[in-house]
């Protein structure tokens, strides 16, 4: 077993499963569906290439809220016109975001040349990926690295990937965060349902069906308490 691990942080992120055109609403974490078009289009498939698409739901997919964010409305006025160019009306779409939040993701597949594949393709994307939304592109430290256990085994012992000033607001050794997870993946009963498992991006018909996905809680050493930061202050007057 070989997982994948990918960093998603940024200024604005958005991982919407149930949108309206006038409405784009957002998850408060990155959905399965969402990773899985992200690498599809790595791979350069095309949105109708629905049997190589939906092989992709084979992965088993977990991820852990690093630094949840902050939940951001933004609108735009649109401008509606008929066919002979007159005006129409105006609306507003409101558009929601998750702004200074970092999730860690993690992929796996006993096919390993499966997740080679994936991985070179997430390195070299044929068509450009992003975080939700075309204007919002990933950081430099997107791909953190491969592992050699499960998806659910690599978040419970990586390090805590919070940005530093987040850490530093947190005044104690050790925090608690959350993992989602396909339910297969670990023994605990409780679920819930999320519509999450891609069966077409076509334009003529996006479907999409159900998936049991479930949470746990783990506990991680805040990197940021573990450096000396004691300051005597009388030690600057001397003797």
């Not at 007159?86 to 507003?92: A, D, I, M, S």
């Not at 075309?134 to 499960?150: H, N, Q, V």
Request: hydrophobic letters at 35%.
């Amino acid at each position: 077993m070989k997982t994948i691990l990918l960093k998603f942080a940024g200024p604005l992120q958005s991982w919407g499963t149930s949108s309206h055109f006038e409405t784009r609403h957002t998850d408060f974490y990155p959905s399965k569906s969402s990773v899985i078009g992200l690498i599809a289009s790595s791979l350069g498939y095309r949105r109708d290439d629905d049997e190589k698409i939906t092989r992709l739901n084979e992965l088993d997919f977990a991820v852990r809220v690093d630094q949840q964010g902050n939940l951001l409305r933004d609108f735009h006025i649109a401008q509606k016109y008929t066919e002979k160019g007159k005006f129409e009306r105006n609306y507003v779409t409101n558009r929601y975001y998750l702004e200074d939040a970092v999730f860690v993701v993690a992929l796996s597949h006993n096919n390993e040349q499966f997740l080679e594949m994936i991985l070179q393709a997430l390195r070299n994307p044929y068509f450009q990926p992003f975080m939700g939304r075309r204007a919002l592109p990933f950081t430099a430290d997107f791909i953190l690295g491969e592992t050699e256990i499960g998806a659910v085994e690599s978040l419970r012992t990586l390090e805590w990937q919070a940005s530093p000033w987040f850490m530093k607001r947190k005044l104690m050794d050790v925090v608690t965060l959350e993992i989602y997870s396909d339910r297969h993946l670990t023994d605990r009963g409780i679920y819930q349902l999320r519509q999450d498992v891609v069966k077409s991006f076509s334009q003529k018909g996006r479907r999409f069906g159900y998936r049991y996905e479930t949470r746990e809680l783990v506990q991680v050493r805040n990197s940021f308490q573990d450096k000396n930061t004691a300051h005597d202050v009388f030690k600057s007057i001397g003797d």
